[in-house]
T-cell receptor, first 113, second 114 residues
Framework: SAVISQKPSRDICQRGTSLTIQCQVD?????MFWYRQQPGQSLTLIAT?????????ESGFVIDKFPISRPNLTFSTLTVSNMSPEDSSIYLC??????????FGSGTRLTVV | GENVEQHPSTLSVQEGDSAVIKCTYS??????FPWYKQELGKRPQLIID?????GEKKDQRIAVTLNKTAKHFSLHITETQPEDSAVYFC?????????????FGKGTKLSVIP
């Protein structure tokens, strides 16, 4: 399957600050996604990261809070801006390939204090 | 949008028994249904998937069945082992121009008792 490197793996941040999460894939992929998974919960799609254009956000998520970059077909970043304790969660990137379906990065465990 | 319901939320079985997890979906046009296993602290891993043109798919001890008429699909694990203990998520992908998003169920925590 596609190998996804996601970093940082975890971080503890002060409220009001921002954190940028990186996702690097070992091959070119068209579709990249960002999910949030709160403890003990399911996966919620934040946005689809589109290469060369603005990300497509799901209901309840906005660009000012979760800006996303996708400069090429192997890399994307998600920024969690102006963080509050409610943003404490696991953030995962995911890619879709025709051969392997949808695979996930190892996740970033974010704690906001 | 698509809505996926998953049952049960928790399931305990004796080692060697079978486990069945069921999901229903709302969009009759959804065409792809993967199942993920997530162990504690790890990423979700795809274990099996099925497309809408197939009724059943099997991979060793794992099988998935799809009933398009009833809009439900099920995961079957036979001869369960302690290492099958994890949270399992079903998902569905509705069609649409440029739309490839998965909608996930809420998950089933499976415990296999030795």
């Amino acid at each position: 399957s596609a190998v996804i490197s996601q970093k940082p793996s975890r971080d503890i941040c002060q409220r009001g600050t921002s954190l940028t999460i990186q996702c690097q894939v070992d091959s070119q992929v068209t579709m990249m996604f960002w999910y949030r998974q709160q403890p003990g919960q399911s996966l919620t799609l934040i946005a689809t990261a589109n290469q060369g254009s603005e990300a497509t956000y799901e209901s309840g998520f906005v660009i000012d809070k979760f800006p996303i970059s996708r400069p090429n077909l192997t890399f994307s970043t998600l920024t969690v801006s102006n963080m509050s304790p409610e943003d404490s969660s696991i953030y995962l990137c995911s890619v879709m390939t025709a051969l392997y379906g949808y695979t996930f990065g190892s996740g970033t465990r974010l704690t906001v204090v | 949008g698509e809505n996926v319901e998953q049952h049960p939320s928790t399931l305990s079985v004796q080692e060697g028994d079978s486990a069945v997890i069921k999901c229903t979906y709302s969009d009759s046009a959804s065409n792809y249904f993967p199942w993920y296993k997530q162990e504690l602290g790890k990423r979700p891993q795809l274990i099996i998937d099925i497309r809408s043109n197939v009724g059943e798919k099997k991979d060793q001890r794992i099988a998935v069945t799809l009933n398009k008429t009833a809009k439900h699909f099920s995961l079957h694990i036979t001869e369960t082992q302690p290492e099958d203990s994890a949270v399992y998520f079903c998902a569905a992908r509705p069609p649409g121009a440029g739309s490839y998003q998965l909608t996930f169920g809420k998950g089933t925590k499976l415990s296999v008792i030795p």
